[in-house]
Every structure is written in C-alpha cells, then in structure tokens.
C-alpha cells in the first residue's frame, strides 16, 4: 500500500508542473513579426577601428626601426655603450670624451699605458666642496694663467713625503735641497730677506750690488766678512768709514801699507844738496784725524811738517 500511495504522489506532481507549464505557455504574448538587432560594429565605426589599428602598427613597426638604428648608431653592447664600458670596478671611457654638464666622480684614472688628457676650449677648473657644499680648494687652467684658490697649496716630491714648495696666507715655504734663479736678471724681492747663508756655486763669484741706491748690511751680534783663499777689497768713490762707538779698530797682518799718504818735507841745513835720499819716514797724525809722513830724523819731525795739517 506504501507503495501505489507514493506512485500516486508523484502522479500528482507531474500533473501540477505539466499544468504550470502550459498556463505560463498560455499567458505569454506571442509577438509578430519579431524583429532581428544585430551585434557588433559596422559602418564607419569599423572602418575608423581598422584605420588605428593600422597607425598603430605603423607606430610600433617605426618605434622598432628608430630602436635598432639607435641601438645600432651608440653601438649598445652588454657591456655598455660605445666607448663607455661598465665594469665592475666603475666607468670605463675609451677615446676622445665630451662632458656637456658637471661631472660628480670620486676617481679618474687613465690606462697605464697612456697619459690622461683634460682639454677644453676655454679652461679646465677643478672644484673641491666640503659636506654642506660650500668650495674649498679651486684649480682653474686657463690660457692666460693656471690659478689656484685653496687654504694651503703644496708639491711634494715622488715619494709624497717631503714637501718641495708650500704657500698659505702668511708664508711660502721652498723645501727643495737647491733654488735656482737662471734669470738674467735674477730675483726681485719687494721687502726683506732673511736667511742663515748666502753662497754662490763652486767656481762662481758671489756679488750683492745696489745699483742705485745704498747697500747695508747689518746684525746685532756682528758681521764677518771673510776671504780664505783670497784677497778682501773695499773700494769707494769717496770717504770710507771704519767706525767702533764702544769698542777700537784692530789692525792685525804681518804688513800693514797706508798708501797715498801726504809727505811732509823740511830742510835741517842750508847744504842739503849732498844729503843722500831720504827713506825713511815718521807717521804723524793731524788734530783732525789725518795722517801723513815726515822725513825722519834724528828726533820727531812732525812739528816741522806740520804745515800739511793746515790743508784738512
């Protein structure tokens, strides 16, 4: 009995759907007539649609043509670009090399088998900034002159640790073994010179000259003028003065010649026609200081020539 119960029930929805089924199908409209719309585009739509596609591949193929002559012209390579090689130790430029803009490097080197060159048509400055950016030091290479604009300049030798010539705002310091001048009309300094020994060159003279004007020499703890090998020459146009104001004059030689001397002459007796020549003389010495020669005799004769002091 369970069993025709659930037959009829399934019976019995069956029949409700069919019955749906066909009232839905009997209450639709039934149109006629239908009218078809169709789907895509047409017209000038597609024709404008197919006319950018087609620019466009223009674009891509001309795009391509401009990239493979670019690359082709900069010879762009794996490794870089033209003379520019990309290491890993930096840059690397090969050849003749242009900077349009300011160059920021921490490094130069050249190959080392050959010189760097840095040339520009008008200079080449070399700029050198702290942290804050503020320049520090300046190298400019000009036409006209190579200047340098820093706190201290200095060359140092090969090995970098002797300083061969240094300048700052209060002195120029000159390190070298020897400065030589080979101007023909030497060096020229505006103000004084302070050094512990003026020495010519071996087989050289040694000459200080004042053309125009006077020459002095002067220390507090005194001047030594010394010939070892030669003679010692003072010469002058007019008067020479030896002058101690608290100590003397000392004299030392083996000869001591005081030539020029006036001679003072006098007559002892009427007959002097057979005296024979006179060779001997007596040093005298005027109130004023001047000295001359009086024929000696048996005592002083100063007194007797003394006619050549009224003369001074």
């Known amino acids: 009995m369970d069993r025709s119960t659930s037959l009829d029930i399934e019976e019995l929805k069956m029949t409700r759907e069919q019955y749906i089924l066909a009232t839905q199908q009997n209450s639709l409209p039934r149109i006629e007539n239908p009218q078809l719309y169709p789907v895509g585009i047409y017209g000038w739509r597609k024709r404008c649609l197919y006319f950018f596609v087609l620019l466009l591949l223009v674009t891509m193929i001309v795009n391509l043509a401009m990239t493979i002559w670019i690359l082709k012209v900069m010879n762009f390579t794996v490794d870089g670009m033209g003379n520019l090689r990309v290491t890993k130790k930096g840059i690397r430029l090969e050849g003749i090399s242009e900077f349009l803009l300011p160059l920021y490097v921490k490094e130069i080197h050249s190959r080392k088998d050959s010189p760097m060159v840095l040339q520009s048509d008008r200079n080449v400055t070399v700029n050198a900034r702290n942290h804050m950016g503020q320049l520090t030091g300046q190298l400019t290479v000009g036409a006209d002159a190579v200047e340098a604009q820093c706190k201290r300049f200095e060359v140092r030798a090969s090995e970098g640790e002797k300083v061969l010539f240094s300048a700052d705002e209060d002195e120029i310091i000159i390190g070298a073994d020897r400065l030589k001048v080979t101007g023909t009309e030497g060096a020229v300094f505006g103000h004084s010179v302070e050094t512990p020994h003026i ?44 002058q101690s104001t608290e100590g003397e004059i000392f004299l030392n030689a083996d000869i001591i010649r005081l030539g020029n001397l006036p001679m003072g002459s006098f007559s002892s007796s009427p007959s002097s026609s057979s005296t024979p020549r006179q060779t001997i003389y007596e040093l005298c010495v005027c109130p004023s200081g001047k000295l001359y020669l009086s024929p000696a005799g048996a005592g002083s004769t100063c007194q007797s020539s003394s006619n050549i002091c009224l003369w001074s």
Not at 216 to 229: F, T
């Open 199 to 242: 020495r010519a060159e071996p087989s050289q003279d040694l000459k200080l000259e004042s053309p125009t004007r006077s020459l002095i020499m002067e220390a507090p703890k005194g001047v030594q003028v010394s010939a070892a090998a030669g003679d010692l020459k003072a010469t002058c146009r007019k008067e020479l003065h030896l």
